[in-house]
Nanobody, 122 residues
């Protein structure tokens, strides 16, 4: 059975950094794309990063990386801003990895992690 588990969230001041980790089962890691999403209260869910895709809102501050030996995908977040405050979730999905699914192609999602909260104070 596939699974995803996020870790690394927390509370930081603006300008700080966090690194999130999404640990996948080996099967999930090898057979799907894994990317990061976030959702803030009252806002639409947003794809943050997947493969070489990085959202414009975080470009230059966030980077995604993978460790094949650990079946883990990381999200390094630097120069955090209050508007980055959200629940961050990793998702396994099918199809083109550099095109993470949106609400119009929900069928591509395979698994979601439980999420990890990131709170950035000014």
């Amino acid at each position: 059975v596939g699974q995803l588990a996020e870790s690394g969230g927390g509370s930081v001041q603006a300008g700080g950094s966090l690194r999130l980790a999404c640990a996948a089962s080996e099967f999930t890691y090898k057979t799907t794309c894994i990317g990061w999403y976030r959702q803030a209260p009252g806002k639409e869910r947003e794809a943050v990063a997947a493969s070489t895709y990085v959202a414009d809102s975080v470009k230059g501050r966030f980077t995604i990386a993978q460790d094949d030996a650990k079946s883990t995908v990381y999200l390094q977040m630097n120069n955090l801003k209050p508007e980055d405050t959200a629940m961050y979730l990793c998702a396994a999905f099918s199809g083109v990895c550099i095109q993470p699914p949106s609400r119009t192609d929900e069928f591509r999602f395979r698994l979601w992690g439980q999420g990890t909260q990131v709170t950035v104070s000014s």
